[in-house]
């Protein structure tokens, strides 16, 4: 079993920055790629990035590339998604998972998933 906490989430402007963090714990987490996936209301649960073990590949929907940014420290089992130039679109309830890569979609490996953390971007 793996357990999942996000944080860092927030009222911003459009424009501004956050950073969100994902501390794991109950498996081994530097075995595994890790992402984010965000929900907006009403609409389905997406992939925005996933950063493999060994922090040589990083991976991102074409809707946050080169303002997104994500990372992780495999020492303190955490995993961070830097967010700049934030949009109003951006708005969402943000989650991080194991993920495996499924040929078509990036797809929660564990199936487990934490609380979320808000993240509302104003206009």
């Known amino acids: 079993q793996v357990q999942l906490v996000e944080s860092g989430g927030g009222l911003v402007q459009a424009g501004g920055s956050l950073r969100l963090s994902c501390a794991a714990s109950g498996r081994t987490f530097s075995s595994y790629t890790m992402g984010w996936f965000r929900q907006a209301a009403g609409k389905e649960r997406e992939f925005v990035a996933a950063i493999n073990w060994s922090r040589s590949r990083t991976y991102y929907a074409d809707s946050v590339k080169g303002r997104f940014t994500i990372s992780r420290d495999n020492a303190k089992n955490t995993v961070y998604l830097q967010m700049n130039s934030l949009k109003p679109e951006d708005t969402a309830v943000y989650y991080c998972?194991?993920?495996?890569?499924?040929?078509?979609?990036?797809?929660?490996?564990?199936?487990?998933w934490g609380q979320g953390t808000l993240v509302t971007v104003s206009s």
């Open positions: 998972a194991a993920v495996i890569d499924s040929g078509s979609s990036w797809i929660n490996a564990l199936d487990a």
